[in-house]
């Protein structure tokens, strides 16, 4: 996670928001229809609009992605799951052990 945005990722503010939103689309992936794990930003989180509730904490900037659909959205490939690679359930890239 990029050092600026884990304070948002643990307030109170973004974990509410988060579980609203996967249960508003009963939990499933918006682009497979799997088991969503992530909420994903559409507009990239950056210092410039980490303050901005309108990109951090609005529905409408907000996706629900399996972990496959979110790897491949950020990696262009879902084949690094298959490598070890993963992501938590802030977004972070959890890599293999090595």
């Given amino acids: 996670m990029k050092e600026f945005a884990e304070k948002f990722?643990?307030?109170k503010a973004w974990r509410r928001c988060r579980k609203?939103?996967?249960t508003k689309?009963?939990?499933l992936c918006e682009r497979c229809g799997e088991i969503a794990k992530v909420a994903h930003h559409r507009?990239?989180?950056t210092p410039q609009n980490i303050n901005d509730m309108d990109v951090t904490l609005s529905h409408d900037n907000l996706e629900a992605l399996c972990q496959e659909c979110h790897n491949h959205e950020h990696h262009?490939?879902?084949e690094r799951v298959d490598l070890g690679y993963?992501?938590?359930a802030a977004g972070n890239?959890?890599?293999p052990p090595s």
Wanted: aromatic share 24%.
């Fill in 43 to 45: 507009i990239v989180l």
């Fill in 9 to 11: 990722y643990s307030s």
């Fill in 20 to 22: 609203n939103y996967l």
């Fill in 93 to 95: 890239i959890i890599y």
């Fill in 25 to 27: 689309v009963f939990g």
């Fill in 76 to 78: 262009g490939t879902a």
């Fill in 86 to 88: 993963a992501f938590d």
